[in-house]
């Protein structure tokens, strides 16, 4: 058995057998990699402090041909999440974007692209980066590494360019069309979802800041399941957490603008 070594991001780990972990890792180099870490239950193990969900490490492993489980070395931690734990809405995307890695990325397939998107996104997080607008970032850019996304400024029918604005998407397709070639049930999306579509293709992520309209976010989730044919259940929480963060905020500003009934003085 070889020993090998690359540099990681830890997407998950859960319980195996008594005393032991298994670790799923992008690895820079070996795409995803699901390592069994011996006895790191144990409270003082080193293999469990590195290894920590969204922790960036350099591994060492052993993989056996033929097992789908390699066996963990060494892991040494070159930057932890671990701050994100106490930012709730945070750690959910995170969470999600974890899991889209997990969902796209094959085990055993070089994934440098994807390694650097699950990167760049976590560093944002930790550097206080709007958490919609990350998870939004990463389920368009995985449509793009996976080669599903569709040209945005053609249609896809006839390869004329479609002008500024709003566009019309046919979903059986998968392509945006001209008016000529509007199929009949088409999906539309506003102009303001399609700039944000764009910047999103173009600009890093730090200078995305915002979440997209929903017309965008619909149009996203269909096209992934009907590419990978898998729901992100981390999704579902961070829904929620975003929901509760704006009726809170929505509180905060209907408190402020509608004042109290004042005191009735005539009586
Ligand atoms: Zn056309």
């Known amino acids: 058995m070889p020993l090998r070594r690359d540099e990681a991001l830890v997407l998950a780990r859960y319980p195996f057998r008594e005393r032991d972990l298994v670790v799923v890792l992008l690895g820079r180099a070996s795409g ?28 060492s492993f052993f993989e056996r041909a033929g097992s789908e489980l ?7 931690m070159v930057r932890s999440a671990f701050d994100l734990a106490a930012r709730p809405a945070a750690w959910a995307a995170g969470q999600v ?21 699950v990167e760049r996104c976590v ?31 053609r249609c896809g029918a006839c390869g004329a360019e ?16 001209c008016a000529a070639h509007r199929p009949a049930a088409a999906v539309r999306l506003s102009a303001a979802g399609v700039d944000w579509v764009r910047a999103a293709s173009r600009r890093p992520l730090e200078r995305v800041g915002h979440a997209p309209p929903e017309d965008v976010s619909g149009w996203l989730v269909a096209l ?14 961070l829904t929620r957490l975003l929901g509760e963060g704006a009726a809170a905020a929505r509180d905060e500003s209907t408190a402020g603008a509608t004042p109290a009934p004042p005191c009735d003085r005539t009586r």
């Open 32 to 59: 995803q990699l699901r390592a069994v870490a011996r006895r790191a239950r144990s409270l003082r193990s080193s293999l469990a402090t590195a290894t920590e969900p969204l922790a960036h490490v350099r591994v």
């Open 97 to 117: 974007v974890a899991e889209l890695a997990l969902v796209y990325c094959p085990p055993g397939q070089r994934a440098e692209p994807a390694f650097r998107l």
């Open 162 to 177: 479609l002008a500024a604005g709003a566009r019309l998407f046919d979903p059986a397709e998968k392509r945006f069309t």
């Open 224 to 237: 992934r399941e009907g590419f990978t044919e898998r729901p992100i259940r981390s999704w579902s929480y």
């Open 123 to 153: 560093s944002c997080l930790l550097g206080g980066h709007d958490p919609a607008a990350v998870a939004w970032y990463a389920e368009l850019w995985f449509l793009r590494l996976g080669g599903v996304f569709p040209e945005i400024d």
């Open 70 to 76: 390699a066996t963990l070395d060494e892991a040494v």
